[in-house]
């Protein structure tokens, strides 16, 4: 029997609209939470799931 899990946010931990499986895998996934209306990058192999963090931008010196 394949098991389902709903994604959860990494900033506030609540569900998402996403549901995962057991051989889900997902590479930069932009991950939208409707609690904290915050976008995040992760990636999701076998029910684990890392987030990806970017560097910043860095600003021009003339």
């Known amino acids: 029997m394949i098991k389902y899990e709903w994604l959860l946010c ?8 996403i549901k995962i499986r057991e051989d889900t895998v ?11 209306k915050k976008e ?3 990636n ?6 890392f987030v990806i963090t970017e560097p910043d931008a860095k600003t021009q010196s003339q």
Not at 26 to 36: D, V
């Open 10 to 17: 990494p900033v506030c931990c609540n569900k998402t609209r």
């Open 26 to 36: 997902l590479e930069n996934f932009p991950l939208f939470c409707p609690k904290c």
């Open 40 to 42: 995040t990058k992760i």
């Open 44 to 49: 999701v192999k076998q029910m684990n799931i």
